[in-house]
């Protein structure tokens, strides 16, 4: 079964910072990978998606990138602002998976102190 | 815009009970899903569809039923709740009919099995 991990699973950083949360896939056979964002009692909001021919993505203070021979993506935050804080989930479409849905990793969940 | 809009928000059944989580979204998507998420155990795909009259299980679609009669709607039943469906359920959906795109989610209904 096709598993993704991310690190921390909880992280806290003064306002300001920049700072990278991780995520790992066992497949490099993805056809797509996204970030997304948890707010308490919401539902996921999609950051960025990048496709398995792309290195990177950027969107405002965001920026994700891609390596899928070594199984990584990271999301890059700059200058970190206290209404970021919220769980932070990366999600693989795999190249077989199909319509069969996204395998999701569980979470960083970021507090970001003012 | 609408997006995908859940109902109801909250629930609590005895078990036993069924009923019905109702999802639509405006957004003339071929591709729609049903997920719960757990603590501890990230999100996980219950069934999916790919177009109005076609559905399909997901990783974890016991005791759950769905149709799709309509582009816009995708309900997911409980035909005899049990304690252990006590969840988070969230209903996403895609632009892409393969599921492949950004997919974009309700705000989740929150059931209690008791």
């Known amino acids: 079964k096709q598993e993704v991990t991310q690190i921390p699973a909880a992280l806290s950083v003064p306002e300001g910072e920049n700072l990278v949360l991780n995520c790992s896939f066992t497949?490099?056979?993805?056809?797509?990978l996204q970030w997304f964002r948890q707010d308490p009692g919401k539902g996921l909001t999609s950051l960025l998606l990048?496709?398995?021919?792309?290195r990177e993505q950027t969107s405002g203070r965001l920026n994700a990138s891609l390596d899928k021979s070594s199984g990584r993506s990271t999301l890059y935050i700059a200058a970190s602002q206290p209404g970021d804080s919220a769980t932070y989930l990366c999600?693989?479409?795999?190249?077989?998976?199909?319509?069969?849905?996204?395998?999701f990793g569980k979470g960083t969940h970021l507090i970001i102190q003012p | 815009n609408a997006g995908v809009t859940q109902t109801p928000k909250f629930q609590v059944l005895k078990t036993g009970q069924s009923m019905t989580l109702q999802c639509a979204q405006d957004m003339n998507h071929e591709y729609m899903s049903w997920y719960r998420q757990d603590p501890g155990m990230g999100l996980r795909l219950i069934h999916y569809?790919?177009?109005?009259?076609?559905?399909d299980q997901g990783e974890v679609p016991n005791g759950y039923n769905v149709s799709r009669s309509t582009t816009e709607d995708f309900p997911l039943r409980l035909l005899s709740a049990a304690p252990s469906q006590t969840s988070v359920y969230f209903c996403?959906?895609?632009?892409?009919?393969?599921?492949?795109?950004?997919?974009?989610f309700g705000e989740g209904s929150r059931l209690t099995v008791l």
């Open positions: 996403a959906s895609s632009p892409r009919a393969g599921g492949t795109g950004e997919l974009f």
């Open positions: 569809s790919v177009g109005a009259g076609i559905t």
């Open positions: 497949d490099s056979a993805i056809y797509n």
């Open positions: 999600a693989v479409n795999y190249s077989g998976g199909g319509a069969d849905g996204l395998t």
């Open positions: 990048i496709q398995s021919s792309q």
